[in-house]
Each structure stands twice: as C-alpha cells, then as structure tokens.
C-alpha cells in the first residue's frame, strides 16, 4: 500500500513540475515572440518592450496558444506585415523549444 501512495505522489510531483515547467516556458516563449514580432513591426527599444509585455498579457485570454496567435495575426494584418499563419505558429514552436531549453538549463 505504502509503495502505491509514493508512487501517486511522485507522478503528482511530475505532474506539478512539468505544469511549472510549461508555464515558465510560455512566458518566456511569448516575451521572445513579442520582441520577435515588435521588430516585424518596426518597434525597437521600449516600444518593443512595451509591445512584447503586450504579447505575454495577451496569452491569459484563453487556454492555450490561440489568443497570441490572433493577436500577433491581427497586428500584423493591421500593419501589412506579410507573414503566413504557417511562419507566425512555425516561430512559435520554435521559441518554445527554445524557451524549454533554457529553462532547463538554468
């Protein structure tokens, strides 16, 4: 019975680690994809700050990763920026590889 329960509680472990993990990697994901997108803009220095703050905000919207997606796709249709769905969620992934690595390695 003992061995059950450590056993339950190591996955939640796992579990509570790895949901810190994604959390820590999407801010950092949505930081570099807002200065990523900032220049796209034509923003430097505090204006892309500002802008990449914008970006990390816009992630608590809804579950997952559409709200960035929409707001950078909007902002970039407002702007003409051309950059396909495709490229925008390709970066994405990316960062958020990216992101993971340096978590991990910190």
């Known amino acids: 019975m003992s061995s059950m329960k450590d056993r339950e509680e190591g996955f939640e ?3 509570v680690f790895d949901e810190e993990l994604r959390f820590k990697a999407s801010a950092r994901r949505n ?3 807002g200065l990523w997108a ?4 034509g923003k430097s220095g505090a204006d892309a ?6 970006v990390v905000v816009a992630d608590i919207e809804e579950a997952g990763d559409h709200d960035v997606f929409r707001k950078i796709r909007k ?3 407002d702007a003409g920026v051309d950059q396909s769905d495709h490229q925008i969620r ?3 992934d990316e960062l958020m ?3 993971i690595e340096e978590i991990k390695n910190t």
């Open 31 to 33: 930081k570099a994809l």
């Open 49 to 54: 700050d500002a802008y990449a703050k914008q």
């Open 75 to 77: 902002d970039f249709d």
């Open 90 to 92: 390709r970066t994405m």
């Open 13 to 15: 472990r796992k579990f």
């Open 97 to 99: 590889a990216q992101a």
């Open 38 to 41: 900032a220049e796209k803009l």
